[in-house]
Structure formats: structure tokens, C-alpha cells
């Protein structure tokens, strides 16, 4: 296999990884870090940056591994997740949260997944992926009926929409 479809792999499969450790890891033991960055959003340093610092760990032992080891496909391995974590880094923090205002514009597909990732801030639950966000139709059309905006607003401080969101989806 050449190197670049190792890179192409590794970053398609990071999205998997991506939703399953912020699914069962970040929403689940992991909360406790997890939670600052559904809670604040006033800018500043959050418990959850702590997250994307031990991801990176990953990506220095594949390039360490593949560079003094003898798994040399490893390097292009590095690359895809560190390519992941980049686009990661400017879909997630500097275009949808405006954490460093870097972007004026608005861009189709960006706003896309912006619109997604906000579903994932109202209830907590799906999307959990990033950059292939998949979100259930109805979900969809819940989450368009919400009137308050969970990039600004603290989750604590509407309560009745975390009530009102709960008596929608009992059955
Ligand atoms: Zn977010
Ligand atoms: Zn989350």
C-alpha cells in the first residue's frame, strides 16, 4: 500500500475513532473533563483541551514507532491522525466555537457541520462525530424548533428546554 492511502486511511478512520472515544470515553468515564466544554463556552482554557493534548500522544508514538522502529508505515499513520487533529482543530474550535476568530466567512459544508454539532450541544447525545456528523431526521427537525443557542447559553440555565427536549423523546 502506498503512503498516501495510508494518510487517506488513517484520516477517514480517525472519524470512527473520533465518534467512539467522545461517545463511550468523553460521555462516559471521561466526563468529568469532557463536561467544561459543553458547560462554558466563555472562552479560555477548558478541562476538555486536556483531550486533544493526549490524543496527540497517540500520533508522537506512531511517528516515533515508525520513524526509530521498524514499523515504518507508521509515519504516514502519524500524519493522517495528525492531519485529522488539524482539521479537528479548525472545523471544531476556530470555525464553529470562534475560539481564536480566525474566519469571517460562512462556508457551505462548514456551516453544515456547525448546524450538526450544535444538535450534539442541545441534547448531549448524537452527533458525536465532527466531520461526517450524522444526525437522525427527526433529530433534526427537534433541534430546529429550539430557540435557544447552546454555544452561547449554559445548559444549566434552561432547564425547561432539557425538560421539554426529555418529554419529546418519551415514548
Ligand atoms: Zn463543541
Ligand atoms: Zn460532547
Known sequence: MSDAAIVLGAL???EGVS???????MHGFGIGLHQSHHDTGEGGFELNDLYPLMFSTVAIAAFS?????????????GIGITLYGVSYLFV???????RLKLVRGRYRLLEWMKASHRIHH???GEPF?????LVPKTLRARAATATWDPFVERPGRRADEVASSQAVAAP
Open 122 to 124: 442541545l441534547y448531549g
Open 129 to 133: 462525530g465532527m466531520l461526517v456528523p
Open 12 to 14: 477517514c478512520a480517525m
Open 19 to 25: 465518534y467512539l472515544t467522545h461517545r463511550f470515553v
Open 92 to 98: 471544531h474550535e476556530i470555525y464553529i466555537h470562534r
Open 65 to 77: 514507532i515508525g520513524t526509530f522502529g521498524s514499523v515504518r508505515s507508521l509515519v504516514p499513520v
